[in-house]
């Protein structure tokens, strides 16, 4: 399996521990040079040490071009990813890292924008705020977390011109100070867009809240950075045939379609293998997925016409394949 990786190589310039359990890095090209250029939702692949590829959102403004910076938020269930950055990654090492994707971008037409950042889904939100901020537009920005001493970045927002714009809201604190999902987004407006990332509960809670107040799906962005663990569960063995071939390859119980192809020589670039990054997706022509992502809108699970195979399986006997 691949990782996709541009084979950018950067060094990192600074670490900052910017909250319990967070630290930021900061990315500088190792040749000294500027590095691509990416817009406001962005995120990097980072080649992990130890061998693992995971995802990391920008955090700072898209108008620098100097360096990229990213936060990690130590999982005590890490895989290796987290635990990698935090326990072996020093000032002055090099990593390498793909150019800038955007699976989360700003709709650039909204009259009004509500960000929504839950713990560490704090840095894609934090890069728009900037962006928003930088051209004038109308937004709102709520951050949400356990504690003041789990905010990450919580003095760089104090000090921003858009501070005013920001409210906190701790798990912890004062019952006046939480915040009131119903409330909030029980009048949705025309022209209003609503940025959600942080954890998958607090996603979900937003999402559905949103919905239930007539929030439509153009006015929903959201970014997950994590399948729910029972989501990667297997199942019952099923098939997948080749379109181009016709080959045919059996997907095992508890065997992903990645890996099944994969043994049978057939390669499928992937990187975060969670369902999340979209980097897998895969078209189908005959067959219904069962879907396991986190990638994917209602609407386009429910046009059954792609999947993610590194994470979804099958509710037909067979699927076939777009490869």
Not at 174 to 196: F, I, M, N, S
Request: charged letters at 25%.
């Amino acid at each position: 399996m691949t990782s996709g990786l541009g084979g950018l190589k950067v060094r990192v310039a600074a670490r900052h521990d910017e909250a319990v359990d967070i630290c930021s890095f900061e990315l500088v090209r190792a040749n000294g040079g500027p590095l691509p250029a990416f817009s406001a939702g962005s995120h990097i692949d980072v080649a992990v040490p130890g061998g693992l590829t995971r995802q990391y959102s920008l955090c700072n403004a898209p108008n620098e071009s100097h360096r990229y910076q990213i936060s990690v938020l130590r999982d005590p269930k890490s895989r290796g990813g987290s635990a990698g950055m935090h326990e072996r990654v020093r000032i002055g090492d090099e990593l390498t890292i793909s150019k800038p994707k955007n699976n989360f971008p700003l709709a650039h037409e909204a009259r009004h924008s509500l960000l929504l950042a839950g713990g560490i889904g704090v840095m894609p939100i934090l890069c728009m705020a900037e962006r928003l901020a930088a051209t004038g537009a109308s937004f709102d920005m709520r951050y949400c977390t356990r504690s003041r001493a789990r905010t990450a970045f919580a003095e760089r927002i104090a000090q921003a011109r858009y501070a005013p714009r920001v409210q906190f809201h701790f798990d912890d604190g004062d019952h006046d100070q939480k915040l009131d999902l119903a409330a909030l987004l029980a009048r949705p407006e025309a022209g209003t867009h609503l940025y959600v990332c942080g954890p998958k509960g607090f996603m979900d809670a937003v999402l559905s809240t949103a919905r239930e107040a007539g929030w439509t799906d153009e006015q929903l962005h959201y970014e997950f950075f994590a399948a729910d663990a029972r989501e990667m569960a297997g199942g019952e063995r099923f098939e997948v045939e080749i379109a181009s071939s016709g080959q045919v390859v059996v997907v095992g119980k508890d065997e992903s379609v990645v890996a099944a192809l994969a043994k049978a020589g057939i390669r499928i670039e992937t990187s975060c293998e969670q369902g999340v990054c979209g980097t897998c997706l895969t078209r189908v022509l005959t067959g219904e997925p069962e879907h396991f992502d986190a990638y994917l809108t209602p609407d386009e699970r429910a046009a059954n016409d792609q999947f993610l195979p590194c994470c979804s399986r099958s509710k037909s006997a067979r699927l076939v394949l777009d490869l």
